[in-house]
């Protein structure tokens, strides 16, 4: 940042290129760089220009305390005299000049891109591009590798491109450039998502991250409405991973710069659909409906994803993509992780927690309080960081951090055919909470 009373020297090296560009002398350019430099010739990022005096000795001219040298600067001060010893700048791309310094104007060839779909997820590592345009020549840019596409013309000027193009990577970006016989070019951009071969999917309704049906948000707004809404889970098969897909209703953000995501703390429990009612991960103050081998813990911070084993032992890690274009959360797991369990024939159960930092609830899981303590804000950070609705009041002498743990910390889950998850999640009518185990579907 410069201040009111200082200014960058290399802000001069370039006003002193554009001086040259222009035919005029940047010598004097030059020396008010030259001017700036230390005893040992190094031109900082900053100098004084106030003839006032500071406390902190800064004279006119002279660096302000400020990084001695910049590279940036000391970079600048090279260009702008070698471009003065040749008469002209010497960093100016040929290809840019005569694009843009000559005056002439361009067409702005006609571009449409058919396909494929904005934000669509390929059913193969593959995927057609295809459209219409009047321009000479089509390039097609997937993921920074650029190939020509063939264009066909078309009886009225307008002719077509199709190209089948690799797709590299989770999230691939598409960029399409059409060229026309001037130079003049048109540009279209999409994403195209591939994730593998699709196993199944579970899906949720929107408009049910409330729990029972009395669940409320914290009020600060870095709690996005929809942030903990599951709308559903695709599994696909990725090679020597597996990848779980959660999509949410609301925006994925990241306000607290966690890997990815900062908010949710999403757990799918795997199982064969054998046994009873098996406890959930601590904190989590859910049942899972059958016995379970593993749980993959979706969570962005504070080393929170893995896979765990029932004694809670994380017996592998994963890795995870946030996608915001698709509101959708990508984790990766090691096939070897799940041992025999294959997601396509096992069961699973889904739950969406709040993620919670170290203190603030048992297993990194954030709490949900008695409505009414929530709804005084008494006091006030409980209304603004928690969640309520819920049952028991804070207490800080407890690792749960709360008096009540009857009920359930989850925000939304996924249920079976005919069931509610306002009846599933009723902790009043009986605690802890059962969260069915369903499977699959196509």
Do not use: C
Not at 170 to 196: F, S
Not at 279 to 297: A, C, F, K
Not at 376 to 387: H, L, N, Q, T, V
């Amino acid at each position: 940042m410069i201040s009111a009373a200082a200014t960058a020297p290399l802000l001069s090296g370039e006003r002193g290129e554009y001086a040259l560009a222009n035919g005029e002398d940047a010598l004097p350019y030059l020396q008010t760089m030259h001017s700036a430099a230390n005893a040992g010739f190094m031109i900082p990022e900053q100098v004084w220009d106030s003839e006032e005096p500071t406390s902190y000795g800064h004279e006119l001219g002279r660096s302000t305390g400020s990084a001695s040298s910049l590279s940036w600067a000391m970079a600048q001060y090279v260009r702008l005299a070698a471009g003065v010893d040749n008469g002209s700048p010497v960093e100016r791309p040929a290809n840019v000049a005569a694009r843009y310094a000559s005056g002439a104007t361009f067409s702005t060839p006609e571009l449409d891109l058919s396909s494929p779909a904005a934000l669509s997820t390929a059913d193969a590592a593959s995927t057609t591009v295809a459209g219409t345009t009047n321009a000479s020549r089509v390039y097609v840019s997937v993921n920074g590798t650029v190939t020509e596409a063939p264009v066909t013309a078309g009886a009225d000027g307008v002719g077509s491109f199709s190209l089948d193009v690799p797709l590299t990577g989770a999230k691939n970006k598409i960029v399409v450039a059409g060229v026309a016989a001037d130079g003049g070019t048109a540009q279209e951009e999409t994403t195209v998502l591939y994730y593998g071969t699709r196993l199944g999917a579970l899906a949720d309704p929107s408009g049910d991250d409330n729990g029972p049906g009395s669940y409320t948000y914290p009020t600060n707004p870095a709690y996005v409405p929809g942030a903990f809404d599951l709308t559903g889970v695709e599994v696909y098969d990725a090679g020597e991973n597996y990848a779980f897909v959660t999509t949410i209703a609301g925006e994925v953000t990241n306000p607290w710069g966690g890997q990815g995501i900062s908010h949710q703390r999403v757990n799918i429990y795997l199982g064969t659909g054998a046994g009873g009612s098996t406890p959930g991960l601590p904190g989590t103050n859910i049942n899972v409906e059958h016995g379970w081998d593993s749980v993959i813990v979706t969570d962005g911070r504070f080393d929170g994803a893995g896979v765990f084993s029932p004694d809670g032992t994380r017996t592998s890690a994963v890795s995870l993509l946030a996608v915001p274009e698709a509101r959708q959360i990508v984790t990766r797991v090691p096939k070897a992780a799940l041992g025999s369990l294959d997601p396509a024939t096992a069961r699973m159960s889904v739950a969406m927690f709040g993620n919670a930092e170290a203190g603030e609830g048992t297993g990194n899981v954030r709490p949900v309080y008695d409505g009414d303590y929530w709804a005084a804000g008494d006091p006030s950070w409980i209304k603004e960081w928690r969640f309520g609705g819920g049952a028991g009041v804070f207490d800080g002498g407890l690792d749960s951090r709360d008096t009540d743990t009857r009920d359930p910390n989850a925000l939304d889950v996924i249920v079976g055919e005919g069931q509610s998850q306002a009846a599933v999640l009723d902790w009043r009518a009986g605690s802890p909470v059962v969260v069915p185990m369903v499977g699959l579907t196509n």
